[in-house]
């Protein structure tokens, strides 16, 4: 588990969960941040649109940093569930993006209020994502993929 804060700081918690016939697990991939595709690296964003690639058998700093200029801060990130390459994020203040090969390839701006919920549609490149004050959702497809 990596919680993280308004400050910046993250810790890195390995979780053990103790099943009922007695065996040790380790569920600590269970978790939004996680890439998919490669158990030891994760993705952070933040609310400078900041993009933090990191491996966690070196977590001391991020393998890779780069500004994502969405303007209005990361707040949700969904890796899509069978393509390596393709990102969701939901950038509170400017809507939601696609991200392909760490580049912005979809822009979705119909949210009239912060958009902090995004996921993939499960078997499709089609997008379902969230605002906050207006509680709207909406479902739309991940162009030029």
Same mark, same amino acid.
């Given at each position: 588990?990596?919680?993280?804060?308004?400050?910046?700081?993250?810790?890195?918690?390995?979780?053990?969960?103790?099943?009922?016939?007695?065996?040790?697990?380790?569920?600590?991939?269970?978790?939004?941040?996680?890439?998919?595709?490669?158990?030891? /690296? !994760? +993705? #952070?964003?933040?609310?400078?649109?900041?993009?933090?690639?990191?491996?966690?058998?070196? &977590?001391?700093?991020?393998? $890779?940093?780069?500004?994502?200029?969405?303007?209005?801060?990361?707040?949700?990130?969904?890796?899509?569930?069978?393509?390596?390459?393709?990102?969701?994020?939901?950038?509170?203040?400017?809507?939601?993006?696609?991200?392909?090969?760490? /580049? !912005? +390839? #979809?822009?979705?701006?119909?949210?009239?209020?912060?958009?902090?919920?995004?996921?993939? &549609?499960?078997?499709?490149? $089609?997008?379902?994502?969230?605002?906050?004050?207006?509680?709207?959702?909406?479902?739309?497809?991940?162009?030029?993929?």
């Amino acid at each position: 588990m990596i919680p993280s804060s308004k400050d910046g700081t993250q810790g890195l918690h390995r979780v053990i969960c103790l099943r009922p016939e007695g065996k040790h697990y380790n569920d600590s991939n269970q978790q939004n941040l996680t890439h998919s595709f490669h158990n030891n /690296q !994760i +993705i #952070t964003g933040s609310y400078d649109d900041t993009l933090s690639y990191w491996d966690v058998r070196m &977590i001391q700093a991020p393998v $890779q940093q780069e500004v994502l200029p969405v303007g209005g801060g990361v707040w949700r990130l969904a890796f899509h569930p069978s393509r390596a390459d393709l990102l969701a994020v939901a950038a509170m203040y400017a809507g939601a993006f696609v991200i392909k090969d760490r /580049q !912005i +390839i #979809t822009h979705f701006a119909s949210h009239e209020s912060m958009v902090y919920g995004i996921d993939w &549609i499960w078997g499709t490149d $089609q997008v379902i994502s969230c605002s906050f004050y207006d509680q709207i959702c909406h479902h739309w497809a991940a162009c030029e993929i």
